[in-house]
């Protein structure tokens, strides 16, 4: 076979996984630096030790010795457990990369013959996107002859924006309008003061 052939395939995607970078916690005798500044398992300085004595220390408590900051001198390291410390960074790394849903745009569609059940399923739906940050959409597709009767599609929209104004208070961001085969209107939640 020749060493200049590479595989190729039609699904790139299923070959190349994404690996995050994580941070090497370093730890125990992957220490390098002679003098370390220990913080005791309960968070107290226990002041600048040899790396053998806090290696001993760590011992004596059955905890490891991590390597908490590298960036001053001598560094900083903590006596905790290897796993629980490792738990600790990958949820704090998590909570750093969620996404920020402020802004974002969710969409609640009406129809024309919608109940009164499914109105109030509607705003509940509205409210939970309310509590992520989001924006909501509100539309209304009009078929066939629904186009005819728009009056009454508006009083849909109307119902929906004076119950939901009952439990949560709304700013109208872009006020209803024709778009389209139906209506659409864009509605924020009011933050409150603090």
Known sequence: MDKN??????????LQKKHKVQKRIISNN????KEVR???????QLGVVSKEDAMRKAWEAKLDLIQVTDKVD??????IDYGKYAYQQGKKERKQTKPN???ELKSIRLRFGISDHDIETRIKQAQKFFKQGAKVEVNM???GRENALFDFAKKKIDKFLEIIK?????KIEKPLKR???GFVMIITQVKASK
Do not use: D, F, W
């Open 30 to 33: 992957n220490i390098r630096a």
């Open 166 to 170: 009952q439990t949560t208070e709304i």
């Open 74 to 79: 001598p560094p900083i390291c903590k006596l």
């Open 179 to 181: 778009q389209g085969k």
């Open 5 to 14: 052939l590479s595989l190729t395939t039609n699904y790139p995607h299923k």
């Open 141 to 143: 597709v009009l078929k």
């Open 38 to 44: 220990l913080i005791g398992e309960k968070g107290e």
């Open 101 to 103: 849903r402020s802004g």
